[in-house]
Protein backbone atom coordinates (compact mmCIF):
# COMPACT_ATOMS: atom_id res chain seq x y z
CA UNK A 1 0.00 0.00 0.00
CA UNK A 2 1.38 3.14 -0.93
CA UNK A 3 -0.44 5.47 1.93
CA UNK A 4 -2.59 7.36 -0.61
CA UNK A 5 -5.91 7.91 0.29
CA UNK A 6 -7.24 5.53 -2.32
CA UNK A 7 -6.15 3.02 -0.28
CA UNK A 8 -8.79 3.27 2.50
CA UNK A 9 -6.57 2.24 5.06
CA UNK A 10 -4.04 1.86 7.37
CA UNK A 11 4.38 40.21 19.73
CA UNK A 12 3.89 37.98 16.95
CA UNK A 13 5.58 40.33 14.25
CA UNK A 14 8.98 39.82 15.07
CA UNK A 15 10.23 36.94 13.21
CA UNK A 16 13.80 37.44 13.72
CA UNK A 17 16.00 34.13 14.65
CA UNK A 18 17.15 34.44 17.99
CA UNK A 19 20.45 34.69 18.48
CA UNK A 20 22.47 32.03 20.50
CA UNK A 21 20.47 29.34 18.91
CA UNK A 22 22.30 26.34 17.83
CA UNK A 23 22.73 26.43 13.70
CA UNK A 24 19.67 24.57 12.30
CA UNK A 25 21.97 24.05 9.00
CA UNK A 26 23.69 21.23 11.19
CA UNK A 27 22.38 18.03 9.46
CA UNK A 28 20.52 15.39 12.50
CA UNK A 29 20.67 18.18 15.32
CA UNK A 30 17.26 18.44 17.35
CA UNK A 31 16.89 22.26 18.08
CA UNK A 32 14.72 22.67 21.84
CA UNK A 33 13.28 26.35 20.85
CA UNK A 34 11.19 26.23 24.51
CA UNK A 35 9.45 24.13 25.79
CA UNK A 36 6.77 24.37 23.20
CA UNK A 37 8.78 23.29 20.21
CA UNK A 38 11.30 21.78 18.98
CA UNK A 39 12.95 21.77 15.50
CA UNK A 40 15.25 18.90 13.62
CA UNK A 41 17.00 19.94 10.11
CA UNK A 42 18.57 17.14 8.27
CA UNK A 43 19.45 18.60 4.51
CA UNK A 44 16.36 19.83 2.85
CA UNK A 45 13.92 18.28 5.26
CA UNK A 46 12.94 20.20 8.42
CA UNK A 47 10.64 19.03 11.09
CA UNK A 48 8.85 21.26 13.45
CA UNK A 49 7.08 19.37 16.47
CA UNK A 50 4.74 20.36 18.94
CA UNK A 51 5.85 19.68 22.25
CA UNK A 52 3.18 20.16 24.87
CA UNK A 53 1.69 16.50 25.38
CA UNK A 54 0.45 16.89 28.51
CA UNK A 55 -2.32 19.09 27.40
CA UNK A 56 -2.34 17.85 23.95
CA UNK A 57 -0.15 20.20 22.42
CA UNK A 58 -2.67 22.79 23.01
CA UNK A 59 -1.67 26.80 21.38
CA UNK A 60 -0.83 29.76 22.94
CA UNK A 61 0.80 32.96 21.17
CA UNK A 62 4.04 32.25 22.65
CA UNK A 63 3.99 28.58 20.63
CA UNK A 64 2.69 30.70 17.55
CA UNK A 65 5.75 33.15 17.87
CA UNK A 66 8.17 30.33 18.72
CA UNK A 67 6.84 28.29 15.44
CA UNK A 68 7.73 31.73 13.53
CA UNK A 69 11.06 32.44 14.90
CA UNK A 70 11.88 29.08 13.96
CA UNK A 71 10.71 29.08 10.84
CA UNK A 72 12.37 32.86 10.01
CA UNK A 73 15.74 30.90 10.92
CA UNK A 74 15.66 27.98 8.79
CA UNK A 75 18.28 27.64 5.51
CA UNK A 76 17.72 28.03 2.27
CA UNK A 77 18.14 24.53 1.06
CA UNK A 78 15.25 23.49 2.95
CA UNK A 79 12.92 22.40 0.72
CA UNK A 80 10.33 20.28 3.05
CA UNK A 81 8.78 20.94 6.76
CA UNK A 82 6.54 18.11 7.90
CA UNK A 83 4.87 19.64 11.06
CA UNK A 84 4.07 17.02 13.96
CA UNK A 85 2.45 16.71 17.31
CA UNK A 86 4.06 14.90 20.23
CA UNK A 87 2.29 12.42 21.96
CA UNK A 88 -1.17 11.10 20.82
CA UNK A 89 -2.46 14.17 19.50
CA UNK A 90 -1.37 16.12 16.69
CA UNK A 91 -3.39 19.75 18.55
CA UNK A 92 -6.55 19.57 20.36
CA UNK A 93 -6.68 23.82 19.86
CA UNK A 94 -6.41 26.61 21.47
CA UNK A 95 -5.45 27.10 25.15
CA UNK A 96 -7.86 27.81 27.29
CA UNK A 97 -5.52 30.74 28.33
CA UNK A 98 -6.23 32.32 24.88
CA UNK A 99 -10.16 32.09 25.18
CA UNK A 100 -9.81 34.47 28.39
CA UNK A 101 -7.50 36.80 26.08
CA UNK A 102 -10.21 36.62 23.25
CA UNK A 103 -13.34 37.60 25.91
CA UNK A 104 -10.82 40.69 27.00
CA UNK A 105 -10.66 41.75 23.42
CA UNK A 106 -14.28 42.90 23.82
CA UNK A 107 -13.31 46.42 25.36
CA UNK A 108 -10.55 47.45 22.75
CA UNK A 109 -11.39 49.50 19.79
CA UNK A 110 -12.63 47.38 16.79
CA UNK A 111 -9.68 48.26 14.86
CA UNK A 112 -6.87 46.93 17.44
CA UNK A 113 -9.49 43.70 17.72
CA UNK A 114 -8.84 43.49 14.13
CA UNK A 115 -5.28 44.26 14.04
CA UNK A 116 -4.57 41.69 16.87
CA UNK A 117 -7.07 38.42 14.91
CA UNK A 118 -4.53 40.00 11.78
CA UNK A 119 -1.28 39.21 13.80
CA UNK A 120 -2.57 35.53 15.38
CA UNK A 121 -3.32 34.74 11.54
CA UNK A 122 0.12 35.50 10.30
CA UNK A 123 1.44 32.54 12.55
CA UNK A 124 -1.00 30.13 10.58
CA UNK A 125 -0.38 31.39 6.91
CA UNK A 126 3.23 31.30 6.78
CA UNK A 127 2.81 27.81 6.32
CA UNK A 128 1.73 28.47 3.30
CA UNK A 129 3.82 31.02 2.22
CA UNK A 130 7.21 30.31 2.53
CA UNK A 131 8.48 30.92 -0.64
CA UNK A 132 9.89 27.51 -2.69
CA UNK A 133 8.75 24.94 0.26
CA UNK A 134 6.01 22.35 0.90
CA UNK A 135 4.67 22.36 4.49
CA UNK A 136 2.84 18.88 5.20
CA UNK A 137 0.98 18.31 8.86
CA UNK A 138 1.34 14.33 10.38
CA UNK A 139 -1.87 14.01 11.91
CA UNK A 140 -2.56 11.99 14.75
CA UNK A 141 -5.44 12.03 17.39
CA UNK A 142 -7.12 15.31 17.47
CA UNK A 143 -6.63 18.53 15.19
CA UNK A 144 -9.38 20.03 16.52
CA UNK A 145 -10.33 24.13 16.49
CA UNK A 146 -6.52 25.52 15.97
CA UNK A 147 -4.91 22.34 15.54
CA UNK A 148 -6.97 21.85 12.54
CA UNK A 149 -6.73 25.14 11.38
CA UNK A 150 -3.05 24.83 11.57
CA UNK A 151 -3.16 21.39 9.29
CA UNK A 152 -5.11 22.74 6.75
CA UNK A 153 -2.65 26.04 6.70
CA UNK A 154 -0.07 23.47 5.34
CA UNK A 155 0.03 22.64 1.92
CA UNK A 156 -0.78 18.80 2.80
CA UNK A 157 -2.44 17.24 5.31
CA UNK A 158 -1.39 13.30 5.77
CA UNK A 159 -3.69 11.69 8.68
CA UNK A 160 -3.96 8.53 10.20
CA UNK A 161 -7.39 6.77 9.71
CA UNK A 162 -8.85 7.01 13.89
CA UNK A 163 -7.72 11.04 13.92
CA UNK A 164 -10.65 13.43 14.83
CA UNK A 165 -10.48 16.81 12.60
CA UNK A 166 -13.25 19.67 13.58
CA UNK A 167 -13.90 23.20 13.83
CA UNK A 168 -15.99 23.78 16.87
CA UNK A 169 -15.73 27.33 17.13
CA UNK A 170 -19.66 27.79 16.09
CA UNK A 171 -20.82 26.03 19.19
CA UNK A 172 -18.79 28.46 21.55
CA UNK A 173 -20.34 31.17 19.91
CA UNK A 174 -17.51 32.31 17.41
CA UNK A 175 -16.44 31.26 13.90
CA UNK A 176 -12.59 29.77 12.74
CA UNK A 177 -10.90 33.02 12.57
CA UNK A 178 -7.04 31.58 12.02
CA UNK A 179 -7.46 30.80 7.84
CA UNK A 180 -9.17 27.95 8.00
CA UNK A 181 -11.86 28.32 6.66
CA UNK A 182 -10.58 29.05 2.62
CA UNK A 183 -8.37 26.30 2.50
CA UNK A 184 -11.10 24.06 4.19
CA UNK A 185 -13.40 25.06 1.46
CA UNK A 186 -11.17 24.73 -1.55
CA UNK A 187 -9.98 21.23 -0.58
CA UNK A 188 -13.94 19.91 0.11
CA UNK A 189 -15.84 22.11 -1.51
CA UNK A 190 -18.70 24.66 -0.34
CA UNK A 191 -21.14 22.15 1.19
CA UNK A 192 -18.94 19.80 3.39
CA UNK A 193 -16.63 22.70 4.45
CA UNK A 194 -20.46 24.12 5.61
CA UNK A 195 -20.87 20.65 7.16
CA UNK A 196 -17.62 21.38 9.28
CA UNK A 197 -18.22 24.78 9.87
CA UNK A 198 -21.45 25.54 10.70
CA UNK A 199 -22.56 21.73 11.52
CA UNK A 200 -19.42 21.68 14.04
CA UNK A 201 -18.82 17.72 12.05
CA UNK A 202 -15.98 15.58 13.50
CA UNK A 203 -14.33 13.73 10.64
CA UNK A 204 -12.03 10.60 11.39
CA UNK A 205 -8.94 10.75 9.01
CA UNK A 206 -10.02 8.03 6.46
CA UNK A 207 -13.25 10.55 6.04
CA UNK A 208 -10.74 14.02 5.74
CA UNK A 209 -9.43 11.63 2.89
CA UNK A 210 -12.48 10.74 1.34
CA UNK A 211 -13.97 14.68 1.34
CA UNK A 212 -10.26 15.97 0.14
CA UNK A 213 -8.74 17.32 3.10
CA UNK A 214 -6.35 14.91 3.35
CA UNK A 215 -3.87 13.28 0.53
CA UNK A 216 -2.49 10.43 2.18
CA UNK A 217 -3.56 7.73 5.22
CA UNK A 218 -0.15 6.80 7.81
CA UNK A 219 0.04 4.21 9.91
CA UNK A 220 -1.55 4.67 13.38
CA UNK A 221 1.96 2.72 15.15
CA UNK A 222 4.00 5.82 15.63
CA UNK A 223 7.15 3.62 14.17
CA UNK A 224 5.56 2.59 11.33
CA UNK A 225 4.17 5.82 10.76
CA UNK A 226 7.67 7.18 11.35
CA UNK A 227 8.88 5.26 8.39
CA UNK A 228 6.14 5.97 5.53
CA UNK A 229 6.45 9.54 6.47
CA UNK A 230 10.53 9.44 5.89
CA UNK A 231 9.94 7.27 3.00
CA UNK A 232 7.17 9.66 1.12
CA UNK A 233 9.23 12.65 2.17
CA UNK A 234 12.64 11.07 0.47
CA UNK A 235 10.30 10.34 -2.64
CA UNK A 236 9.57 13.71 -2.87
CA UNK A 237 13.12 15.27 -2.18
CA UNK A 238 14.76 13.09 -5.09
CA UNK A 239 13.05 15.15 -7.70
CA UNK A 240 15.19 17.96 -9.18
CA UNK A 241 15.42 20.96 -5.98
CA UNK A 242 14.24 23.66 -8.57
CA UNK A 243 11.30 22.15 -10.30
CA UNK A 244 9.99 21.13 -6.79
CA UNK A 245 10.16 24.81 -5.71
CA UNK A 246 8.72 26.40 -8.61
CA UNK A 247 5.86 23.66 -8.59
CA UNK A 248 5.07 24.51 -4.97
CA UNK A 249 4.90 28.14 -6.02
CA UNK A 250 2.96 27.96 -8.92
CA UNK A 251 -0.23 25.72 -7.65
CA UNK A 252 -0.28 28.38 -4.35
CA UNK A 253 -0.60 31.23 -6.85
CA UNK A 254 -3.52 29.96 -7.96
CA UNK A 255 -5.66 30.80 -4.87
CA UNK A 256 -3.48 33.27 -2.68
CA UNK A 257 -5.41 36.38 -3.43
CA UNK A 258 -9.00 34.78 -2.74
CA UNK A 259 -7.54 33.32 0.53
CA UNK A 260 -6.19 36.65 1.80
CA UNK A 261 -9.85 38.08 1.47
CA UNK A 262 -11.31 35.41 3.14
CA UNK A 263 -9.02 35.81 6.12
CA UNK A 264 -9.98 39.80 6.52
CA UNK A 265 -13.37 38.19 6.51
CA UNK A 266 -12.80 36.58 9.38
CA UNK A 267 -11.62 38.70 11.24
CA UNK A 268 -14.43 40.87 10.92
CA UNK A 269 -16.77 38.66 11.61
CA UNK A 270 -15.05 37.22 14.80
CA UNK A 271 -14.67 41.22 15.85
CA UNK A 272 -18.60 41.37 15.66
CA UNK A 273 -19.09 38.15 17.54
CA UNK A 274 -16.99 38.87 19.89
CA UNK A 275 -18.64 41.76 21.27
CA UNK A 276 -21.08 39.15 23.46
CA UNK A 277 -18.40 36.42 23.43
CA UNK A 278 -17.70 34.97 27.16
CA UNK A 279 -15.26 32.49 27.71
CA UNK A 280 -16.36 29.20 28.78
CA UNK A 281 -15.68 27.90 32.29
CA UNK A 282 -14.04 24.48 33.22
CA UNK A 283 -13.81 22.67 36.31
CA UNK A 284 -10.05 22.17 37.60
CA UNK A 285 -6.77 23.31 37.95
CA UNK A 286 -5.61 25.94 34.75
CA UNK A 287 -2.92 23.48 34.14
CA UNK A 288 -5.02 20.42 32.71
CA UNK A 289 -7.62 20.21 30.02
CA UNK A 290 -10.59 18.92 31.82
CA UNK A 291 -12.43 15.82 29.99
CA UNK A 292 -15.68 17.87 30.29
CA UNK A 293 -14.03 20.70 28.05
CA UNK A 294 -15.88 21.41 24.64
CA UNK A 295 -13.68 19.86 21.38
CA UNK A 296 -11.29 22.11 20.49
CA UNK A 297 -10.18 23.56 23.24
CA UNK A 298 -7.56 22.66 25.99
CA UNK A 299 -5.47 23.86 28.49
Known amino acids: MDGRCSARSASISDTRYPSGWPDPGVPGTRHTVTVTIALDVEGAWARLTLERPRVRNAQTPQMWQEWLQALAGLPAQVRIITVHGAGESFSSGLDRSVLAEAAGL ?158 ERERTTQVHLLAAFTAPTWPGSAGEAPTSAPAGVSA
Open 106 to 263: RGRPPAEQVAQIERFQHAFRIWHERAGTLTIAIVQGAALGAGCQLASACDLMWVCPDAQLGLPEVGLGLVPDLTGTARLLRRCGPTRALEVVAAGRTLTGTEACDWGIATRLLPTDPAARENAVAAAVTAILSQPAAALASAVDLMRAADQAEGRAQQ
